[in-house]
């Protein structure tokens, strides 16, 4: 199999698309701001850590240098016009919350808001701050999770495949495909839990198939 090489670049794709809400603390009469990131990921889940990088020219950098705080707010289908835009337009131009029409609501644990329309609203303090060239890495504990009632099923558990979230591909956006591949260890599983889960697999997407039909 033959291969092209190319000189190193930032090519691990797809990543998430994000939109990270910050400021917005009265006290200083700082008003709120979103900055659309692809630079985020899990680093950590005891604690659970996470990571946001942004170059240092943003607006939103000295915000979230100076209160160690920020929401990650997942993007769905529906709010990847406004995420785009929130990632091409600054903060020092614009109230984006007011130009996008988006609901600014108090977080659970810090003093920035959530974005009301995300599917899912991840609070984060952040713990250190790495200087890495073009972007500074805000590392960061989750302190609070938050997710609309929708995507929650009836055992309490999250159902982020029913979100309808957009990943980020080179410079495009793309709803994610519903239709699973498998879960994780799949690929070791015994002829019997197999045989079950192809089966459940099925019926979930008659019942897709079958809630397509009726809409």
Not at 80 to 108: H, I
Request: aromatic share 8%.
């Amino acid at each position: 199999m033959s291969k092209m090489h190319f000189a190193p670049g930032a090519l691990v794709n797809p990543v998430p698309v994000v939109m990270v809400s910050c400021g917005g603390n009265a006290d200083r009469d700082e008003k709120p701001n979103i900055i659309t990131i692809a630079w985020t990921g899990t680093i950590n889940s005891n604690p659970p850590m996470t990571y946001i990088s942004v170059r240092k020219e943003r607006y939103s950098h000295h915000i979230l240098e100076e209160t160690g705080e920020f929401v990650i707010n997942l993007v769905s289908e529906d709010l990847a016009f406004a995420a785009d835009w929130c990632g091409v337009k600054s903060g020092r131009d614009f109230d984006k919350f007011e130009e996008q029409k988006l609901t600014p609501l108090p977080a659970k644990e810090v003093s920035c808001p959530i974005i009301g329309e995300s599917p899912m609203n991840i609070e984060c303090k952040v713990k250190e701050i790495k200087e890495l060239g073009s972007h500074d890495m805000f590392i960061a504990e989750i302190v609070s999770v938050s997710a609309d009632e929708h995507i929650v099923d009836e055992k309490g558990a999250i159902r982020l495949d029913k979100a309808g979230l957009v990943a980020y591909n080179h410079g495009h956006y793309y709803g994610l495909k519903r239709e699973e591949l498998g879960r994780f260890g799949y690929s070791v599983m015994k002829p019997k839990t197999r045989k079950r889960y192809e089966k459940a697999k099925r019926a979930a997407q008659r019942n897709r198939t079958r809630n397509k039909r009726t809409k």
